[in-house]
C-alpha cells in the first residue's frame, strides 16, 4: 500500500475508534437528560456561513533515488535528506511466509523473531546494552539513528543479520509467546472472520490461507530455523534503503564495509503462487460465535494484481466507495443508520506481480446485521454501476489523493518508507516524482469503468462473524445469498450443528 494510503486509512481507523456514544450520547442526571451546553458566543467578525479560504497545496518535494550495487549483487537505494542528522536504513528481505514448509507455517516469522536473541558475537543482553548505548532502536531489518552513530548500529545489524545464534531457551520463550497470542486472537471476532475469509477465497492449503498455529509452531525446531536462515537471509535476498543525512558515497562506504563480504550461499527465494478457484457466487458464511453483541462483516473477492493499469482509477473509486471517512460506505451505515462505528473497504496489493484482494468491512450491530449487509451490498452494486461516481465526489477524491501526498515525506522514515514500497512492487525510481500527474490524468469515467470492472457484486464471499441464533433467520430471509454455517476453516458444518463452530 502506498504510503498516502496507508495514511487516509489511519486517519479512518482513527474516527472509527472513536465511540458513538463518546460522540453521541446526552450526559443524563438525576434529574433526567441533561440540557444542552450553552453554544459559546461567535467571535466578532467571523462570518460561519462562507467555508474559510484553503491554504495553498503544499508542494510535493521527493527526494531523488539513486540506486547502486554492493560488490556481492546487493541493491542499495540512497535518498539525501539533510534537513536534521538522522538516518534511517532498512534491509528488505525476500523471505516471506510462502517458504514455510508444509506443517511448520511460522518458520519465517520466528527466523526473523530470533535474530535479536544473541549472535555469534554478543548476548542478547549485550545486544539490548549496546542498543541502549546508542540510544536509538535497531533491528535486524533495521534501524533509525542520529547520523554519528550510523557505523556502531551498521554493526549491530550486520551482527543480527549475518551471525544469529538462535539460543533454544530464547525460541522456547518466543514460542510460548506466539501460542498464548495465538490462544487470545481466536477470541477476537475479527481474527476468526479473517481466518474463514482466507479459507472461502483461497482454499484450504492455499499459500495465501496457510497461516501459523499451535501444531505448526510445536513442529518447529531451532534446526529449521537455522536452515531457513542458511537458505534464504543471503545477500541475494536482500536489498538495503538508505535515507537521510547522508550521501550515496557515504552509504556506500559503510555498506560495503560492513556488508559487502556477506557471502553468497543459500537460494534465490522463488515460489509460485497458483491463482485459485474463482467464486461462482456471492455466499454468506456464517461463523458462530454466541452472545456476540456486535457482528463483523467482510464482503471480499480476489483483486487485481499491483501492475494493473487501471491502479489509479481504482484507488480513487475506492476512496468513494469506503477509503475516506466521507465514502458511500461509512456515511451509510454509520451516518444515515447508525450501525456501526464505521465501515471502509480497501484493495490489498501483493509484493509479486500475484493476484491481490478487496475487502469492504464492517463491525455492526447484532440486530442490524441483516439491514448492514442490505445496505454494503447496495453501495457495492452502486459503485459498480448503479450509482456511478459523480463529478463533486470524483474531485473530491481527487483531491485526498494529490493534496495527501506532501504529507506521506515528512519524516525520513516516511522518506525511506516510500523507497521501500518502489522496491518491494519493482516499481519506476520516478514512481513518487510522477504520480500527482498520473492521478490527474484519471478521469470520472475510467474510475467508473475500473469499478465496475474489479468490483463484482455476484461473485463475494460475504464472512459474518456473529451470534447465529439472532442473526442467521433473518440472513436467509434477506435472499441475497446463500447463507452457509461454517466452521473456521469455511466448511459447512451439519444441518443440525447449532454449536458454535468454534
Sequence with gaps: MAPHTTLRAALLLTAFALPLS???????????????????????????SKPPTLPPTPQLRVPVIETRTLSNGITV?????????????????????????????????????????????????????????????VSPTGFLTITKNVDPALELMRDQLWEP?????????????????????????????????ANAL????????????????????????????????????????????????????????????????????RYEVPAPTPLAQTTIYLFDRPSSTQSVIYAASTGPRRDVPEYYALDLANTVLGGSFLSRLNSNLRETHGYAYGAGSGFTYRRRPEIGQFTASAQVQTDKTDSSVVEIMNELRGIAGGRPVTQAEFDL??????????????????????????????????????????????????????AKRYIDPGKLAIVIVGDRKQIEQKLRALNVAPVVVVDEQAKPLPASGGGSGR
Design 22 to 48: 463518546a460522540q453521541q450520547a446526552p450526559r443524563v442526571t438525576k434529574d433526567g437528560p441533561a440540557r444542552p451546553a450553552a453554544q459559546p458566543p461567535r467571535t466578532s467578525g467571523l462570518d460561519r
Design 77 to 137: 537505494a540512497v535518498l539525501e535528506n539533510h534537513e536534521i542528522p538522522v538516518v534511517n536504513v532498512r534491509a528488505l528481505m525476500d523471505a516471506p511466509a510462502v517458504l514455510d514448509p508444509q506443517g511448520k507455517e511460522g518458520v519465517a516469522a520466528l527466523t526473523f523473531a530470533m535474530l535479536s536473541e544473541g549472535t555469534k558475537t554478543r548476548t542478547a543482553e549485550q545486544l539490548a546494552d549496546a542498543f541502549a548505548e546508542l540510544g536509538t532502536t
Design 165 to 197: 545464534s538462535f539460543p533454544q531457551a530464547a525460541l522456547d520463550r518466543i514460542r510460548a509467546n506466539q501460542v498464548a497470542n495465538l490462544r487470545r486472537l481466536k477470541d477476537q471476532p475479527t481474527y476468526l472472520a479473517g481466518r474463514v475469509l
Design 202 to 269: 483461497y482454499g484450504t492449503g492455499h499459500p495465501y490461507e496457510r497461516s501459523t498455529s499451535e501444531a505448526s509452531l510445536g513442529a518447529i525446531t531451532r534446526d529449521d530455523l537455522v536452515a531457513f536462515h542458511s537458505t534464504y537471509v543471503r545477500p541475494q535476498n536482500v536489498k538495503f534503503v538508505v535515507a537521510g543525512d547522508i550521501t550515496p558515497a557515504q552509504a556506500m562506504e559503510k555498506l560495503e564495509r560492513v556488508f559487502g563480504k556477506w557471502p553468497a550461499g543459500g537460494q534465490k527465494a
Design 397 to 450: 477524491a481527487m483531491s485526498n489523493a494529490v493534496k495527501g501526498l506532501p504529507l506521506a515525506f515528512e519524516t525520513v522514515s516516511q522518506i525511506a518508507g516510500a523507497a521501500t514500497t518502489i522496491l518491494q512492487d519493482s516499481l519506476p525510481l520516478d514512481y513518487y516524482s510522477t504520480i500527482s500527474q498520473k492521478y490527474e490524468a484519471v478521469t470520472v469515467a475510467d474510475v467508473n469503468a475500473a
